[in-house]
């Protein structure tokens, strides 16, 4: 099987990359990867803002596979000021011979998820899914069919939540080409034969760099840049601007790889809010994350919070 950074022959399918590889960062010769969704346009320069930090909580996470193929996730984690403990399992079983996930989760709330997917049967780049809640202490149930498609310079997604009363309609697509974005999202309610939702999003993205703008409902406008500087640091900002309330939010942050198995993020908004993260891979399978948030307009009133991670994986 090739290797990360490999060139990929055009006789490889769309299906063999997801099943194999797992989307590394590869390059590809004579094929195209569909464009992202729209939920996931600027998903770059977001995640230097989320991924690393847990502040206020004291968090675990187990990873486990066993041989028949099922995956285990387990996650807890502890609300430093209420006490609350929550907690999650998710098993998921994937039958690749026909395409076709089983995923489950319950959680603390008493809630139980469960979802039916399958990909590239009916047509390459074609996932249909069934997903469904139950509470049983309150009797609530709600379900939704998912459509998502993807297909070189396209990506499509589609949901219809299960309400006898009259669905919710929900759909966005995503053109691409030559590293440029336009993507659109909406959503349609029926019972009172409206649009709710009319967003529309522009962006350029290459190896290293990503620009992101979107306008919702045409009263709040957002950007964010994403740039990878070097192999060791990466840069991102975030810019959100509120015309009802004329509320602007900017925020830049960052993150350098110390080494292979050390990183350390910084991230500071225009409220004087800076956050801290340090992330330790303690050995093969254990990662150990350190997050602080510090106030920096009530620095001496204090209200600063601290956050500690633990990341297991067998």
């Given at each position: 099987?090739?290797?990360?950074?490999?060139?990929?022959?055009?006789?490889?399918?769309?299906?063999?990359?997801?099943?194999?590889?797992?989307?590394?960062?590869?390059?590809?010769?004579?094929?195209?990867?569909?464009?992202?969704?729209?939920?996931?346009?600027?998903?770059?320069?977001?995640?230097?803002?989320?991924k690393g930090y847990n502040f206020g909580l004291w968090k675990l996470d187990l990873?486990?596979?066993?041989?028949?193929?099922?995956?285990?996730?387990?996650?807890?984690?502890?609300?430093?000021?209420?006490?609350?403990?929550?907690?999650?399992?998710?098993?998921?079983?994937?039958?690749?011979?026909?395409?076709?996930?089983?995923?489950?989760?319950?959680?603390?709330?008493?809630?139980?998820?469960?979802?039916?997917?399958?990909?590239?049967?009916?047509?390459?780049?074609?996932?249909?899914?069934?997903?469904?809640?139950?509470?049983?202490?309150?009797?609530?149930?709600?379900?939704?069919?998912?459509?998502?498609?993807?297909?070189?310079?396209?990506?499509?997604?589609?949901?219809?939540?299960?309400?006898?009363?009259?669905?919710?309609?929900?759909?966005?697509?995503?053109?691409?080409?030559?590293?440029?974005?336009?993507?659109?999202?909406?959503?349609?309610?029926?019972?009172?034969?409206?649009?709710?939702?009319?967003?529309?999003?522009?962006?350029?993205?290459?190896?290293?760099?990503?620009?992101?703008?979107?306008?919702?409902?045409?009263?709040?406008?957002?950007?964010?840049?994403?740039?990878?500087?070097?192999?060791?640091?990466?840069?991102?900002?975030?810019?959100?601007?509120?015309?009802?309330?004329?509320?602007?939010?900017?925020?830049?942050?960052?993150?350098?790889?110390?080494?292979?198995?050390?990183?350390?993020?910084?991230?500071?908004?225009?409220?004087?809010?800076?956050?801290?993260?340090?992330?330790?891979?303690?050995?093969?399978?254990?990662?150990?994350?350190?997050?602080?948030?510090?106030?920096?307009?009530?620095?001496?009133?204090?209200?600063?919070?601290?956050?500690?991670?633990l990341e297991l994986e067998a």
């Amino acid at each position: 099987m090739p290797e990360a950074g490999d060139f990929i022959p055009k006789e490889w399918t769309f299906k063999m990359l997801k099943e194999e590889l797992g989307y590394p960062d590869i390059k590809f010769e004579n094929f195209t990867m569909a464009p992202p969704s729209y939920s996931d346009l600027g998903k770059q320069a977001r995640d230097i803002f989320s991924k690393g930090y847990n502040f206020g909580l004291w968090k675990l996470d187990l990873k486990t596979k066993t041989s028949s193929g099922i995956e285990f996730n387990t996650a807890g984690h502890s609300n430093q000021e209420s006490g609350k403990v929550f907690g999650s399992l998710e098993t998921k079983y994937k039958v690749k011979d026909y395409g076709l996930t089983l995923t489950e989760k319950w959680n603390t709330d008493n809630t139980l998820f469960t979802e039916v997917a399958v990909q590239d049967q009916l047509l390459e780049g074609l996932k249909l899914s069934l997903e469904g809640n139950f509470a049983p202490q309150s009797g609530n149930k709600n379900g939704k069919f998912k459509v998502a498609y993807g297909h070189e310079n396209v990506k499509a997604d589609s949901d219809v939540n299960i309400d006898l009363k009259g669905p919710l309609i929900n759909a966005s697509a995503v053109l691409g080409y030559q590293g440029w974005l336009a993507g659109y999202q909406t959503a349609f309610d029926t019972q009172q034969s409206k649009l709710t939702t009319n967003n529309f999003a522009l962006g350029y993205t290459t190896k290293d760099f990503v620009l992101h703008t979107a306008v919702n409902d045409g009263q709040e406008f957002s950007g964010s840049i994403f740039q990878r500087t070097s192999d060791k640091l990466d840069v991102g900002v975030q810019l959100s601007w509120a015309s009802g309330t004329s509320n602007t939010k900017f925020a830049i942050g960052a993150k350098y790889q110390l080494d292979d198995d050390a990183s350390v993020r910084a991230k500071v908004n225009n409220a004087s809010q800076v956050g801290l993260g340090y992330q330790q891979k303690l050995r093969d399978g254990i990662t150990l994350t350190l997050s602080t948030l510090v106030d920096g307009k009530n620095f001496n009133a204090g209200g600063h919070k601290i956050g500690v991670g633990l990341e297991l994986e067998a």
